[in-house]
RNA sequence: AGGCACGUAGCUCAGUGGUAGAGCACUUGCUUCACACGCAAGGGGUCGUAGGUUCAAUCCCUAUCGUGCCUACCA
């Protein structure tokens, strides 16, 4: 027996120590730069982060896709390759603003006595404050960032390169300036984005309105309308009736559609009526646009305040009459008896007059989507507005055209491969893209205008033009004007791409690969391949990989109002960062959702805890023993057999990481290193090494070293401080500072021999079982086990099984249990082996049905339409299962007796 | 309305044209000196439904139902 020894290791991993002592020591020792790589050669691995809004803290959808980048980012450091995660911050123009300003009401600041300049200053400062507070999030995380190279999206060195985009874009006609229609923001009163508009079903009415004709039709029309109250009126006997949920944009309608199919109106298209209450004279207008089914299949159009109107006003070349105004008040163009009210109070008041006139036939209730911002109660409303915008599909020049083009040219690997056709659709869908925003937090437009009389004169560029008079764009860039550029603005600042040549293709861009989720992927995506392509002619990135979203354990989105959210700093401190990014990734299959919970995340944790105690276990029982290194060839089987195993996991597991199967990947670790080689393997070296001679205990300690050193190399990407920490304590691992420098590929000797471990598990398993069922698991009891066998095998078989082995005819027909296994039968010496029985006859039944299904399938076409190999491989398992049965049932035979 | 995805054990998910899998949960036994955050042995599924192709379908095709997401519309 080897001499009792102990663990440099405390009974559990103390990783809130831990974790944070080790991030420093990556940082301070530079790892995490791509100059650390050995070889200045090496392939480039680059990731330019999407950067987290600095105005709050992240959150766990923000640890997900860290985790995910990160796990690619060790694994190709690993790989020896020149990595580089470049993290960021987002100056999140209006969402920050309006979070800056709700902090200083709540501090009592009166926001409206601070000049724009100052409110800039300490804006940018409490951005810098939150960015350092997510900084720390991130380390905690783990995540393995060059930190000296961290830009924020205001920093001057990006903030030319987005000026300087939009002064070319501007020179090559892809930028103008005009009046359209847009989503208006009444309380943050700006322009905003679609994405910032969400859409929430709401009760409504439908009202339906009659618009007098300017002719009345001459004879009555065949067709009929029927009103919701039931009544049925023909058409044009009540004028033109429309179902409108809106009301108060009948003021500004300038004209009546029908599509042009629809037989009910023909005769009337080309015809005026007058909208009511304000007596305007409109045509009715014929567009393929109008649903014929919806309503009466009448439009009323309202192109100032309404996106599908506006569009079809401008082929109609419609009026705009503009009656709502930019602060949510109906404008003087509604007319003096409207003007001034709100648009709810304009409601109900348009509804009272039309009423007295007869004009509104019926009313029903519906439910429809209301557009609303992003914070729920803010109210959007679509209106023309003078705005900048880029023009993404200019005739000779088109933006989206090229970007779409490499799309489809496969420029761009797609993960989940799927998204390929939405990431198409997206792009066909894009309408001109206004990026001004009436806000002072962001990128201020660089457009200087002078008024000379009538006109006015319009330049861009970063410095006013020489001459006086010139006031500067109070306007500042939509957020994802500089967002979209970040795919290459940030290697641009660090002289990693040259702007000025095109294709700018280098070793680091395009950029290795891209990580988003895929809720906001497509329209910051979509924004990056645009401006990347015009800039440098290529795309973004050469691969992109989108993550789901996050969920609950009942499959409800995480968010903070619903208080149903994991706070990731919460959880890593009571369960550890790699218990968190476990079970960020296990289950978690490309673009699909991931359900975590507080019980999946403390699961995980069980894992971290099983490393640690193998570690302890391995260093107890190999301490003492000096490495000589791993021979050629291992004589022990069980050695021979755990590094074929490891090769095989390490093919597999290179293979799905390089598919970007990450879930698959950490899955097959897991069950590696717990079930083969803790369950198994550990198992059979403490047997080795405690009743082994010199040799063996030699060949397995070194054996274990070995494994576990690959084990923990492997895991690394995964669960990075529990394989750094064990990697640095357990003796006999370390070959350089830190894991990082290690190399995940290997050459390992094909190891040559036959696969005796399976059989020794199938006898272990086999006795284990009749054991456990006549509940004597602890006793050591004798058994046969027929064919010859090492001394190492039955060794391990003896103490793995806790037998000894005897001959048949030692042991009593009446304790003898027969038990079938391929290589034929182990007869067990036990005690009441009747109790036996119903586990026999289960087996029998088992047997049997897998004999008759066999031999329906031989019996059948099967035989001869087959691969000769299969049928072969039939043969052969009905062959063993005829064997097992007879066996049972002669076991059978003889309880009955 | 259109598009996409998903539907496999109680839960979360793998998977393959030829014997249905894992983790968690559950049952039973075991404090065997790494770990009870553990070990061992078990129970549990006609792979959403209906057709079709095939010697053979959970897998391919068609239809259908259910769930989720996206886009458009909701005048």
């Known amino acids: 027996m080897s001499e009792q020894s102990t663990s440099s290791l405390d009974k559990h991993f103390n990783f809130k120590e831990r974790e944070a002592a080790l991030y420093t020591a990556w940082e301070q020792a530079g790892i995490f730069r791509p100059e650390a790589a050995s070889s200045k050669s090496a392939p480039v691995f680059n990731i330019a982060m999407p950067p987290p809004n600095a105005n709050g803290e992240l959150h766990l959808g923000h640890s997900y896709g860290y985790t995910v980048m990160d796990i690619l980012g060790r694994f190709h450091r690993l790989a020896g390759e020149r990595v580089l995660m470049l993290p960021g911050k987002d100056h999140a123009g209006i969402q920050t603003q309006v979070v800056f300003e709700k902090k200083l009401q709540a501090e009592k600041v009166d926001i409206k006595s601070i000049p ?106 065949k067709h009929e309308l029927a009103l919701p109250d039931g ?39 080309g015809c005026e009526a007058i909208v009511p209450l304000v007596g305007r004279r409109v045509r009715i207008i014929a567009d393929k646009r109008v649903d014929p089914t919806y309503g009466t299949g009448v439009i009323k159009v309202t192109p100032a305040h309404d996106f599908a109107d506006y569009d079809m006003g401008q082929d109609h070349k419609l009026e705009l009459v503009q009656v709502i105004g930019k602060d949510g008040l109906m404008t003087k163009e509604a007319g003096a008896e409207f003007a001034g009210l709100s648009t709810k109070q304009c409601r109900e008041a348009v509804l009272k007059r039309l009423a007295e006139e007869g004009r509104l036939l019926a009313e029903s209730t519906i439910k429809h989507k209301v557009p609303v911002g992003e914070r729920g109660k803010d109210v959007i409303e679509p209106l023309v507005s003078e705005q900048w915008f880029v023009n993404v599909d200019k005739a000779g020049n088109s933006l989206k055209r090229r970007a779409l083009e490499m799309v489809k040219a496969g420029k761009i690997k797609i993960y989940p491969a799927r998204f390929q056709v939405l990431f198409e659709q997206w792009l066909e869908n894009l309408r001109d893209w206004n990026i001004s925003r009436q806000i002072w937090w962001g990128h201020r437009l660089p457009v200087w205008y002078r008024k000379q009389g009538d006109k006015e004169e319009v330049h861009v ?17 939509d957020t994802w004007f500089s967002s979209g550029q970040w795919a290459y603005s940030t290697f641009a600042a660090h002289g990693m791409v040259n702007l000025d040549k095109t294709p700018a293709s280098n070793e680091f861009f395009p950029s290795h690969t891209m990580v988003m989720g895929r809720d906001i992927l497509f329209f910051w995506a979509c924004r990056m391949l645009l401006l990347t392509t015009y800039r440098l002619g290529d795309v973004p990135w050469k691969n992109i990989f989108f993550t789901g979203l996050i969920r609950d354990e009942h499959g409800q989105k995480m968010s903070k109002s619903k208080g149903n959210g994991i706070e990731p700093n919460d959880v890593i401190s009571r369960h550890g960062t790699d218990a968190l990014r476990l079970s960020l990734v296990m289950g978690a299959s490309p673009g699909n959702d991931i359900i975590v919970s507080e019980r999946k995340i403390e699961g995980y944790s069980k894992f971290i805890n099983k490393l640690w105690n193998a570690a302890k276990l391995i260093e107890m029982k190999t301490c003492s023993i000096h ?57 059979m070296m403490k047997v080795l090494i405690d009743t082994g001679n010199d040799a063996y205990k030699q060949e397995t300690a070194t054996t274990v070293r070995e494994v576990f050193r690959r084990i923990l190399i492997m895991l690394h990407p995964f669960v990075p401080y529990i394989s ?44 284990r079982s009749v054991k456990s069922a006549l509940n004597i698991s602890s006793k050591r009891i004798a058994v046969s086990v027929p064919g010859a066998r090492s001394a190492e095998l039955s060794l391990l078989i003896k103490e793995l099984a806790r037998v000894d082995f005897v001959s048949d005819a030692q042991i009593p027909g009446d304790r003898a249990l027969r038990k079938p296994f391929s290589g034929g039968v182990l007869v067990l010496d036990v005690d009441g082996k009747e109790n036996y029985q119903k586990r026999l006859e289960k087996d029998a039944e088992l047997n049997r049905s897998t004999i008759a299904g066999i031999e329906k399938k031989l019996s059948g076409e099967f035989a001869t339409h087959a691969k000769a190999e299969l049928v072969e491989r039939e043969r052969e398992r009905l062959e063993q299962s005829r064997k097992a049965l007879q066996e049972i049932e002669k076991e059978l035979a003889m309880m009955v007796q």
């Open 116 to 221: 724009t300049a100052d409110l800039y200053k300490r804006c940018y400062d409490f951005c810098t404050d939150r960015a350092k507070y997510m900084r720390a999030q991130e380390k905690m995380l783990g995540l393995s960032a060059d930190w000296s190279r961290e830009l924020f999206t205001l920093d001057p060195r990006l903030s030319d390169i987005v000026f300087e985009t939009f002064e070319r874009m501007w020179k090559d006609g892809l930028i103008y300036r005009g009046s359209r229609i847009i989503n208006w923001s009444v309380f943050s009163q700006t322009a905003i984005s679609d994405v910032e508009v969400e859409y929430v079903e709401r009760d409504g009415g439908l009202w339906y309105l009659s618009y007098p004709l300017v002719q009345p039709l001459t004879k009555s029309s």
């Open 231 to 269: 009544r049925k009126v023909k058409v044009g006997e009540l004028g033109m009736v429309t179902a409108t949920t809106r009301p108060e944009t009948m003021l500004g309608d300038t004209a009546l559609a029908v599509h042009p199919d629809d037989e009910r109106y023909k005769d009337l298209v």
């Open 461 to 477: 560029g970063r410095q006013a033009p020489a001459g006086a008079g010139w006031t500067q764009d109070t306007d500042t860039f």
């Open 627 to 683: 490495d000589k290194g791993l021979p050629a060839q291992p004589t022990l089987a069980a050695n021979r057999w755990i590094l074929r195993e490891l090769a095989r996991v390490h093919r597999n597991v290179t293979q799905k990481m390089q598919e970007y199967e990450i879930s698959i990947a950490a899955d097959e670790l897991y069950g590696f290193s717990w079930t083969v080689f803790c369950d198994w393997y550990l198992e």
């Open 724 to 767: 750094e920490e064990l990697y640095q304590k357990v003796a006999g691992l370390k070959r350089t500072a830190f894991l990082a420098g290690e190399s995940w590929d290997y050459k390992l000797q094909e190891v040559e021999g036959t696969d005796e471990v399976s059989e020794l598990m199938e006898i272990v398993g086999a006795i």
